[in-house]
């Protein structure tokens, strides 16, 4: 099975700060990868799938990139609705397996 | 408008087996891909398994091989997803969710869009 390793696992931020969350496949995945983000007490919310295509009605200061093994969530401007917690996945065998999450805090 | 709405939240006991139910309105079960996905308390997310649109099959997780199964009664626009030998690390809330994309322009990327509101199974003695 294909491992999923995202760094960091939490992280601290202030709104309009830009942030980065990194995931790592255990093998290529190419770009089967997309991101989530839920908050507590809801369903994931799809973000970027395909490493790079922004979900429809996803916000334009969400960006995926990478291709391979590694593959990168960035968050230009921080916005206090993006406080949550963010997943990669990856769709390339299963089981489509998830990163173990990176909780994105105010600080 | 695209909906899942899922069965009622279940306590088992130890060995037991529980059945959560998966109804979908708005779309049919035969166009679209549908996954099922855990996430015990304070924990990630876990992929169990999901149905093929066409032929209503399933494919699971080989770490749920033996003991899950996921049906469909295609009339009923339900999916059913059973999980047996239930033990305290089962305890999770579990979710159906479909993909984007329908099998006429489907992508193998795969993404999970519509998700079900969730069940909570407790297994305790």
């Known amino acids: 099975d294909i491992q999923m390793t995202q760094s960091p696992s939490s992280l601290s931020a202030s709104v309009g700060d830009r942030v980065t969350i990194t995931c790592r496949a255990s093998?290529?995945?190419?770009?089967?990868l997309n991101w989530y983000q839920q908050k507590p007490g809801k369903a994931p919310n799809l973000l970027i799938y395909?490493?790079?295509t922004l979900q429809s009605g996803v916000p334009s200061r969400f960006s995926g990139s990478g291709s391979g093994t590694a593959f990168t969530l960035a968050i230009s401007s921080l916005q206090p609705e993006d406080f949550a917690t963010y997943y990669c996945?990856?769709?390339?065998?299963?089981?489509?397996?998830f990163g173990q999450g990176t909780k994105l805090e105010i600080k | 408008q695209v909906q899942l709405v899922q069965s009622g939240a279940e306590v088992k006991k130890p060995g037991a087996s529980v059945k959560v139910s998966c109804k979908a309105s708005?779309?049919?079960?035969?166009?679209?891909?549908v996954h099922w996905v855990r996430q015990a308390p304070g924990q990630g997310l876990e992929w169990l398994g999901m149905?093929?649109?066409?032929?209503?099959?399933?494919a699971y997780s080989r770490k749920f091989q033996g003991r899950i199964t996921i049906i469909r009664d295609t009339s009923a626009s339900t999916l059913y997803m059973e999980l047996s030998g239930l033990k305290s690390e089962d305890t999770a809330v579990y979710y159906c969710?479909?993909?984007?994309?329908?099998?006429?322009?489907?992508?193998?990327?795969?993404?999970?869009?519509?998700w079900g509101q969730g069940t909570l199974v407790t297994v305790s003695s």
């Open positions: 969710v479909r993909e984007v994309f329908p099998i006429s322009n489907w992508t193998d990327w795969r993404p999970f869009d519509y």
């Open positions: 708005g779309h049919t079960l035969t166009t679209f891909y």
């Open positions: 149905t093929f649109p066409t032929s209503g099959n399933s």
């Open positions: 093998q290529i995945i190419n770009n089967y």
């Open positions: 395909g490493a790079s």
């Open positions: 996945q990856q769709t390339y065998t299963t089981p489509f397996s």
